[in-house]
């Protein structure tokens, strides 16, 4: 995930650990907007058929993850909680340019970071050490192992689509773009934050 400019802090691991249940309902939230976002870019760019093709397959993988999280959801009997957005992806869209070609390269852009960023953490959760105190329960643990390569691959997609865009339009700082976004997605996981999800940042201290 050598986009991604700072590591996961520990402290949100292991709250993410011991409340694995809310982490679970969060997750299912993050599939349905990860295929909403998919399905939103193929409308904002019909004319993009190669976009429209890989965003097609993409969103119906999302779709499968998302059943997967809730089967499990279903078979620990737990809720489905109706959730306002959290503090990560509102912070990132703030920093969305607003006027096209840079808009599309940024929302690219954006779908990349946090897809590598999703893969980062169902790699570390899923490889939390059973000798420690703490542990998922060994489902959503097989869960995840199996999530982040499919994340891996969704990160590589967007980030060729935004090469591919920019390299269209003659963009050539596309790059230092994509490290100004991540600086922002880096302050957003590494800052204390008072509402635990999927992608908050560590739990106050």
Not at 79 to 108: F, I, M, S, V
Request: aromatic letters at 6%; charged letters at 30%.
């Amino acid at each position: 995930m050598h986009i991604l400019q700072a590591a996961t802090p520990p402290e949100w691991v292991d709250e993410a650990v011991q409340r694995w249940d809310a982490l679970l309902a969060d997750h299912a939230n993050c599939e349905k907007k990860a295929a909403s976002t998919a399905l939103a870019l193929m409308f904002a760019y019909p004319e993009d058929r190669a976009l429209a093709t890989r965003l097609s397959r993409l969103a119906r993988e999302e779709l499968r993850h998302f059943e997967q999280v809730d089967k499990l959801m279903q078979q620990a009997k737990l809720p489905y909680l109706r959730q306002k957005p959290g503090r990560y992806a509102a912070g990132l869209r703030a920093e969305l340019q607003t006027h096209e070609p840079r808009r599309k390269l940024d929302l690219l852009l954006m779908g990349a970071l946090i897809e590598a960023r999703s893969c980062e953490r169902f790699r570390l959760l899923a490889a939390r050490d059973a000798a420690q105190q703490t542990v998922l329960p060994t489902p959503v643990a097989e869960l995840y192992r199996g999530l982040e390569a499919s994340e891996a691959r969704h990160f590589e997609l967007y980030l060729r689509l935004a090469e591919q865009h920019a390299s269209a339009l003659g963009i050539k700082d596309w790059h230092l773009r994509l490290e100004e976004l991540a600086a922002i997605e880096a302050g957003l996981v590494t800052a204390p934050d008072s509402e635990f999800r999927f992608h908050s940042g560590p739990p106050p201290r």
